[in-house]
């Protein structure tokens, strides 16, 4: 993961600084020959995604949603949500990815912010949400069946109680409904994005969901 990022500081993000990649295509050759298969998933882990970025703002912008609080970070990539989370004076974060490499883009990010992130490499999506106060999704509705399944297991989490954070730029996959509570102007990568600046807000459950 190293060999193929660089450490930067993430624009407007609290001081939070990421190892990110420059060229998509390179680090996904990287990705699949480090796990030794041809058509693995986009390395998410390896760019600060601009669903991301949102929710990572609003949780340093009002540390109230955290603070003190048990939070889960679901479909994690990098770990930007989690490492906000915490810096915002959450009790506890646990990142939570399906990709093998996240683990360790999770433990590397951590490092370099002086702090521990726990991690899970499980898909939660086959199960219950898990018991916390506060569950963050940053850009998960980019394809079809992922952000139906995705919605469908944040929205009983909400029922039960948990608070849940979505970070989105407007992918075709958002459904509607949802309470929009902040939006940014956030500077991304054109590996990821049509413009390096894009809007990108934070949306939770209406209180009748």
Known sequence: MRRHTRLVAVPDVGGVRLHLADDIARVSRAAEAELGAADADLP????????????????LDHPAEVAGRHVVDVASGSGLCAIAA???????????????????AVAVNARANGIRVGFGRDDPLDDP?????V???GDVC????????????LGSAARRGTRVLIGDPGRTYLPPGLEKVAAYQVRTSLELER??????????FAPQA
Do not use: H, K, N
């Open 129 to 133: 949400p898990p018991p916390c106060d």
């Open 195 to 204: 413009s390096a600046v894009t809007e990108s807000a934070v949306y939770t």
């Open 135 to 137: 569950l963050l999704a």
């Open 86 to 104: 915490l810096r915002a004076g959450a009790a506890a974060v646990r990142a939570i990815d399906v990709d093998p490499l996240a683990a360790a």
């Open 142 to 153: 980019y394809q079809e069946t992922m952000a139906r399944r995705m919605l469908d297991w």
């Open 44 to 59: 998410y882990w390896a760019f600060a995604w601009a669903g991301g970025l949102a929710v990572a703002r609003y949780v």
